[in-house]
């Protein structure tokens, strides 16, 4: 395995740093440079930041990781970060350059802190190639500040209700099977498109893969977010009752393929329409609602956070576990346990 050439040497009384990727390559620069005196040369050699970002990228980054996270880097590359810093060389940019980037971003918080772990990775991987010393992110000066990402709230307990008695009221069959599924159980929106029909046993679901749009419309069959995610859920028996006979390989919602993203973003449209629901259909608020209110039943949050497939249950009361009462009565539990009047 080769490795790049990185040496410094003399030209005019001149420190130059020659950067090639073979000896022959390094030896023809080193030729080129003695032999003309007449032009100035740098004292290094400096790399514009857009293509050096790109080659990371490509390189690097985007081979060795999944479909969406890939996605969201790129994205992080050319919507903020190559334009910002278009025409700078990757050595020249200061931590006041990188506040400037983040004062110029418009948005949550959340967003410029994706900026900053993608420009974070550039610059650890500038430091192995040795085109700079130090990562200018680790400023002590450099503050991230903005407005908290939108919170998802839970569709209310008379919403929830009103789904359940309006069921019926859904006209297709795999809308009225997607509606029930994702309404009354704690799926992401991907693994209700991945599940089959020999992931149902019983009276339990095992989810097993997740069905994703990495360019928002051809759907493609992956694993599941984490190892957690993969696990066993309980099926509701009236939604049990909708599921139809089907090949064991054929997907519940899509038959033969999974559904597109178009077609997804059709069919719950359709589904509110049916319902005359005054709220859009959104797959996430009905996770968010299921997981609030498997806590609140149960006040378990480890059995909360095995039906959503977390890691940690520091993830599922952060983003998912909300609390029903708008106010709570802290006095009440003292005085029942510890008998104070």
Known sequence: MSHRIRRRITVSGQQIWVTAASEQEYAERVVELLADDRTPVPVSQKHDFGKY???????FSKPNVGPITAIT?????????????????IEEITPADIQGLFNSLEGSRDTKVKAKMVLNMVFVRAIEDELIDRNPLKS?????????AKVTEPYSIAQMQFIASHLEDVKSPSDRLYLGLQAFHPFRLEEVLGLMHQDIVGNSIYIQRAVIHPDRNSPLVKDTKTQASKRVISLVPAIAQLIPEGSSDTFLIGGEAPLSYQQVKRMLIRIKKDLGFEENISPRRFRTTVLTDIYEVTKDIKQAQAAAGHTTATMTLKHYVKGRAETKNTAEPIVSLYGIK
């Not at 970002?53 to 390189?59: K, L, S």
């Not at 002590?140 to 903005?146: F, L, M, Q, W, Y």
């Open 53 to 59: 970002a790109e080659h990371w990228f490509f390189t």
């Open 73 to 89: 880097y790129e994205r992080q590359l050319t919507k903020h970060l190559i334009p910002y810093f278009h025409g700078r060389a």
């Open 140 to 148: 002590k000066s450099i503050r991230i500040t903005g407005r908290s």
